[in-house]
């Protein structure tokens, strides 16, 4: 958790100190746990790092962290609303596409945060739980 955070509050603070306020986009990788269950582990990381790489691709070089093994969080700078849709979209359609090629079904949710100044970096990982706890109680 600590590597995440410190990860995720030097993203935060190279954007910032841009002047830019960052937003967030959430990609939960949903059926991702079963390429790690039938390749193993290594498979799994190669696919991880595949699809942060794509990500990142896609949101013009932005910092993507990894939030435990299904959770990917990319550090938006100067992306409006609009532009988060049109890049959600093209995630829906890419990932998937990414995962077959790994044997894998994966239907990715995405969800967009703003940053808040005040609570910072403890409230966006605050937030993380809120949507990660639901996923694991089902």
């Known amino acids: ?18 002047g830019i306020e960052p937003s967030f986009l959430i990609a939960d990788m949903l059926g ?11 498979d799994f990381a190669s696919f991880l790092a595949t699809a942060v790489a794509s990500i990142s691709g896609a949101a013009n070089g932005a910092e993507v962290c990894c939030y435990g093994d299904q959770m990917l969080v990319a550090v938006l700078a100067g992306f409006p609303r609009l532009k988060t849709f049109a890049l959600v979209d093209k995630l829906s ?30 409230g966006l990982i605050s937030q993380l739980i809120k949507v990660r706890l639901p996923r694991e109680a089902a």
């Open 32 to 42: 991702a746990d079963q390429l790690k269950r039938t390749h193993g582990a290594d």
């Open 93 to 122: 359609r890419a990932l998937p596409l990414l995962a077959q090629s790994y044997d894998c079904a994966l239907e990715p949710e995405f969800d967009s945060i703003e940053y808040d100044p005040e609570t910072g970096i403890a």
């Open 1 to 18: 958790m600590d590597d995440f955070r410190s990860q995720l509050a030097a993203a935060v603070d190279a954007v910032l100190a841009k």
